[in-house]
């Protein structure tokens, strides 16, 4: 098949959504993100997709799956591997998701042992549950000084 023959437009949405593994909001979406192309309309201004935006979908999907960021796809996609740049750049990508992978990790111990200690409150033998007390407690503590005014840094992203 020619290079040609991979461009060329193919599927509506839907069936570009089954074929790729990518849900039709979700293709909307990198569109609108530019992490795709918008690419050839029918008359009806129905997108249609071709072998090559599925490929594409495929490979934002795959690198989705590994929690990356839509800017770290972005890079990677802007990569054609033939050249060694392109393998620097590559993996200078992978190593920082690798670092914040890692610190999510550490964040994610963290609150399983936050989490272990506050199963271990309540037996469920007493006549009230020491979970919520404990909890209400907590929510009655006044906030650590970095969080005043910084709703968002008191979020866990999970």
């Known amino acids: 098949m020619s290079g040609k023959d991979l461009a060329a437009p193919r599927w509506r949405i839907g ?35 071709s072998d090559a935006d599925l490929h594409r979908l495929r490979f934002i999907r795959l690198c989705r799956a590994m929690d990356m960021s839509l800017d770290e796809v972005r890079r990677l996609l802007a990569l054609d591997g033939a050249c060694k740049a392109d393998c620097v750049a590559a993996r200078e990508t992978l190593d920082a998701h690798l670092e914040h992978v890692r610190e999510r990790l550490k964040e994610l111990r963290a609150l399983e042992h936050e989490l272990e200690h506050l199963r271990s409150q309540c037996d469920g033998t007493d006549s009230y549950c020491h979970i919520i007390e404990t909890l209400h407690a907590q929510a009655d503590e006044p906030l650590p000084e970095a969080l005043h005014g910084n709703a968002a840094a008191g979020k866990r992203h999970v």
Request: net charge positive.
């Open 15 to 49: 069936e570009a959504a089954r074929r790729s593994g990518v849900a039709a909001p979700n293709i909307r979406y990198y569109e609108r993100e530019q992490l795709l192309s918008p690419g050839v309309r029918e008359d009806n201004q129905y997108r249609l997709y």
